[in-house]
């Protein structure tokens, strides 16, 4: 089982984390001046690469608490763990 | 049961890529395969080539539980699952070829009280879409597969189930040999070991393929890679609203027949068959991580494997061979994504999400229809990909029965 290292708990096994998809992805700054293909690109698009993808973990049968990750998933590799108010780091 | 046919020698050659066909098919998978087959069958276009980055039908095509069924809910889903099944019904006799398809019924369990409304509510669907259905309750679901546990003194009691007899299995291998040796009789080139590294275009328009073995021009394209088509997509700039997750399988050792048809629980995350040889083949949820590294996480398996000795209290001593994943483009709707691009003469078919091996036939056709006359076929009209802006969803994780 994989070992996610919780930026407040250190590493835990991977049942322990709730996975949320894309990191990054912002609420439209001004949402009433969306046409229908932004709002397509908001609700339903998102990267979906085959390497480093910047993703949230949430620690939900520990602190609770939110993060991010930069992992490659064609080997499941985390590649950097930061906080949600933190810049995706460079990894390459 | 059937008898297994001998291996044969060889099915198709190898030949060398031309420099440019009417049609590319990138992806040669049970999709890939059964679009050129059909390009060729029903439209007489036979300067086809199909793009395999591995070995043929190694992808996904090696990866599933070959459960085929179209008890689907909404009309849309009816109309191209239905068409497929039908297909099947005669692909032996098309193609030429054994494939082992063995009707043998699936029953998808209901556990709660919700469960068995919404099962209900789909059987009355299926009956008005002309598809075979039926309510069992748990007795019922007993006397159609007595291994499974009825008990009501078990966490998730079986309280009955949706039953369609025509569905059932097929052998996937033999699927894909079949198609790949009927196309290849037609003229089309099956080429291996050939990956496409870019797409080309001219003014809005797509003039061919780079690959691993060198440039191929092309008239038209179309992409049928599942999981990665989201990763050819982007070569040409595309954004798909696609996610891409292993999904995980396993075989047990070879037991004698205990298991006369398909169970599938979407409550308790298990379903399974048993292979013609006599494996039991079992399937799980999607890994919750995008992934592309064709295995997945153990505790999914854990729970699988629970849910099924909850099920099967028979299968407690039976030994696990093998596990592996495939690569799932799940959509937002559980539903597929087929039909044209702003890219003119490049077409899609992704989005099939754990549903993709029991479509083969019905998408080869559809798909090679809407190829060859640069329209969506009528049972691809729903599955664009501007449902996603215009809202005309087709929300089908009710009846994938896989939790995506």
Redesign the interface.
């Not at chain 2, 954004?239 to 891409?244: C, G, R, T, V």
């Not at chain 2, 919750?288 to 590294?293: A, K, L, R």
């Given at each position: 089982m994989q070992l996610i290292p919780c930026p407040w708990c250190g590493p835990r096994e991977e049942a322990e984390f709730h996975y949320g998809g894309q990191a990054h992805v912002a609420y439209p700054e001004d949402p009433a001046a969306l046409s229908d293909e932004d709002w397509a690109k908001f609700v339903f698009f998102r990267a979906n690469p085959s390497g480093p993808y910047a993703e949230r973990w949430s620690h939900s049968a520990g602190c609770r608490r939110w993060f991010n990750a930069v992992r490659d998933t064609r080997t499941h590799d985390l590649l950097a763990i930061y906080r949600l108010d933190e810049p995706r780091p460079v990894t390459s | 049961m059937t008898d297994l046919p001998e291996h044969p020698d060889f099915l198709w050659d190898n030949p060398e890529p031309k420099k440019a066909y009417d049609v590319v098919v990138v992806g040669g998978g049970g999709h890939g395969l059964a679009t050129a087959y059909y390009l060729a069958k029903v439209f007489g276009i036979t300067d086809v080539a199909v793009l395999e980055k591995g070995w043929l039908a190694g992808g996904n095509m090696a990866r599933n539980t070959t459960i085929i069924r179209s008890n689907y809910l909404w009309d849309e889903s009816s109309g191209i699952y239905e068409h497929s099944l039908k297909l099947w019904e005669g692909l032996e006799e098309d193609l030429g070829y054994p494939i082992l398809f063995s009707q043998r019924g699936v029953l998808n369990l209901a556990h709660t009280l919700q469960d068995v409304r919404d099962s209900v509510r789909r059987v009355e669907a299926n009956k008005l879409n002309g598809i075979d259905a039926e309510w069992v309750d748990a007795a019922g679901v007993k006397e159609i597969c007595p291994i499974v546990n009825t008990s009501p003194d078990v966490r998730y009691p079986v309280l009955g189930a949706t039953y369609q007899p025509r569905a059932g299995i097929a052998k996937h291998d033999y699927v894909a040999w079949g198609f790949a040796r009927a196309a290849h009789e037609l003229g089309v080139d099956l080429i291996q070991n050939c990956e496409v590294t870019g797409i080309s275009t001219r003014d809005g328009r797509v003039t061919g393929v780079e690959t691993s073995r060198g440039r191929i021009a092309a008239g038209k394209v179309g992409l049928c890679a599942a999981g990665?088509t989201?990763?050819l997509a982007?070569l040409v700039g595309l954004?798909?609203?696609?996610?891409?997750h292993p999904l995980q399988a396993l075989v047990s050792e070879l037991l004698e027949p205990v298991h006369p048809t398909v169970v599938m629980s979407n409550a308790v995350h298990v379903y399974v068959s048993q292979a013609h040889k006599g494996e039991l083949v079992m399937g799980a949820g999607i890994d919750?991580?995008?992934?592309?590294?064709q295995r997945g996480?153990?505790?999914i398996i854990e729970e699988q494997m629970a849910a099924a000795l909850e099920l099967f209290p028979v299968f407690a001593r039976a030994h696990l061979l093998r596990t592996w994943a495939g690569i799932v483009?799940v959509s937002?709707d559980a539903s597929p994504i087929i039909g044209l691009t702003p890219v003119e003469n490049l077409f899609l078919n992704c989005g099939w999400g754990t549903g993709g091996f029991k479509a083969t036939p019905g998408v080869g056709d559809v798909f090679a229809a809407t190829i060859a006359r640069g329209k969506p076929h009528e049972y691809a009209e729903p599955f664009t990909l501007d449902r996603?802006?215009?809202g005309a969803l087709v929300d089908e994780h009710g009846a994938a029965a896989v939790a995506h």
């Open positions: - | 990665h989201s990763v982007r954004d798909l609203p696609l996610n891409s919750s991580y995008n992934g592309y590294g996480s153990f505790h483009d937002p996603f802006t215009t």
